[in-house]
């Protein structure tokens, strides 16, 4: 017998929450009893662990399909903390690789019959998954390759895995960058796959400058293996997706020209590149530090795309706690004393199993279209996370401020505005947070 593969995804990078399906076929007659037989393993590191084995009907056309996403898509996990394990993966201060959130696959198959048993495999396939899911409207097997930072100038690609849009000009041809409008104190991470062996990637360096009104102030460019990040001919694929600080206050720790150098800053571009060479579009921060008169609060959620994205809500937030209990009517006294008597501050009605939750109310009448399209992302998300940013005033023992907390979104429908009928729009976003509050 001669089991192969009719069709399969490419045997590179893509995302893990679509369909992977591969189709199986058999050059022989099929016998009796006959089924394919596939084995799926996934490698940590060097070592190669089955984690599926099924056993697959042939169709009428004497093939058989499956879809791998169905045994992996929660397998690989855009990553909450840095690689150190320190800090949660929004406060890096360089570069992170990843843990959860890269993995390599390889599927055999081979056969089985009534009389001949079962065959070992025949032939195999690998493929490299992270987070993120493409929809149905992308068609089966979509191009991950724009997400490959293999091309250098004139074929740039987006390289980095996000979902903010890369069509804002940054001067000069394929030079259209990617905005965010952050404040001084504000963090964030991008992710990008760092990898030559599979996708013969070229992003040695990271390249920053910074401006101000008149001009730039100054630029520097680091090796990325001198950040922190892995070397882009390893074979370990738990760790091909990095991530890299590009918040104005995370640069202020490995960029030569940051914030802290030059307090009248107002943008700076940070791209991957090669010895000299750019292979993905700019990133361009831009100072905004929004409305100075409510609270300013990120809202970090992992996007489709196998990395993390950012909201900012500078309205008025508002914080709210929810409590129930179970009440009961305690006795009061003593029944067995000498004398029944009791207290004027006696308690009669006790409260048991008391559960209380912590909800925001985040606000902002600062949306465009972009934004809508990135809210779409977090109420997609399984991960989602907020930081409320200390105000000038307020008490250190404010116990959710400056620190990122897990939330789950409890809306539960939007309009999504797709189009510009106006410049910004009010959003409010009620969120709840995803811990225990001990009563």
Request: charge should be negative; include cysteine; hydrophobic fraction near 35%.
């Amino acid at each position: 017998m001669a089991v192969s593969f009719a069709a399969n995804p490419a045997e590179l990078y893509t995302v893990s929450n679509q369909s992977l399906i591969y189709t199986l076929e058999d050059s022989s007659p099929l016998g009796t009893g006959y089924r394919f037989v596939v084995w799926v393993k996934e490698y940590d590191n060097t070592t190669a662990t089955e984690i599926a084995k099924l056993y697959l009907t042939p169709n009428t056309n004497d093939k058989a399909h499956f879809d791998l996403s169905k045994i992996v898509k929660d397998r690989v996990k855009v990553d909450s903390e840095e690689d150190t394990g320190t800090n949660v993966i929004h406060k890096e201060q360089s570069v992170s690789v990843s843990t959860t959130n890269s993995r390599k696959y390889l599927i055999n198959i081979g056969s089985y019959t009534t009389a001949g048993g079962e065959v070992d495999p025949d032939v195999s396939k690998f493929i490299y998954l992270i987070d993120g899911a493409f929809q149905v409207t992308s068609g089966i097997n979509p191009p991950f390759t724009d997400y490959y930072p293999t091309t250098i100038v004139s074929l740039q690609k987006k390289s980095w895995l996000t979902d903010r849009w890369d069509d804002n000009n940054q001067g000069g041809v394929d030079n259209d960058a990617i905005e965010y409008r952050l404040a001084d104190d504000d963090e964030a991470v991008a992710a990008w796959i760092h990898d030559s062996t599979v996708i013969s990637g070229i992003d040695d360096k990271v390249y920053l400058a910074l401006f101000n009104d008149s001009g730039m102030v100054g630029f520097s460019s680091h090796l990325i293996t001198s950040l922190g990040g892995d070397a882009l001919t390893s074979t370990n694929y738990n760790r091909k997706v990095h991530y890299l600080g590009i918040g104005p206050s995370n640069i202020n720790a490995w960029a030569d020209y940051n914030p802290t150098t030059d307090p009248d800053w107002t943008y700076y571009i940070v791209r991957l590149q090669d010895n000299r060479d750019m292979c993905s579009k700019y990133i361009k921060v831009i100072r905004d530090c929004g409305n100075l008169r409510g609270q300013r609060v990120q809202l970090a959620y992992t996007n489709r795309l196998g990395g993390w994205d950012y909201l900012i809500f500078d309205g008025f937030n508002t914080k709210e706690e929810t409590k129930s209990d179970k009440p009961y009517l305690k006795q009061i006294g003593d029944w067995d004393a000498s004398v029944y008597t009791f207290e004027s501050y006696s308690r009669e009605r006790q409260s048991a199993q008391v559960e209380t939750t912590k909800s925001y109310t985040l606000k902002t009448n600062r949306f465009n279209v972009e934004d809508f399209y990135c809210l779409q992302g977090a109420l997609r998300s399984d991960n989602v996370m907020i930081f409320f940013h200390k105000m000038q005033g307020t008490s250190s023992f404010v116990e959710d401020n400056d620190k990122w907390l897990p939330v789950n979104i409890k809306d539960s429908n939007y309009q999504i505005r797709d189009f510009s009928n106006a410049k910004v729009y009010d959003v409010t976003v009620k969120v709840e947070l995803a811990q225990q509050i001990r009563c």
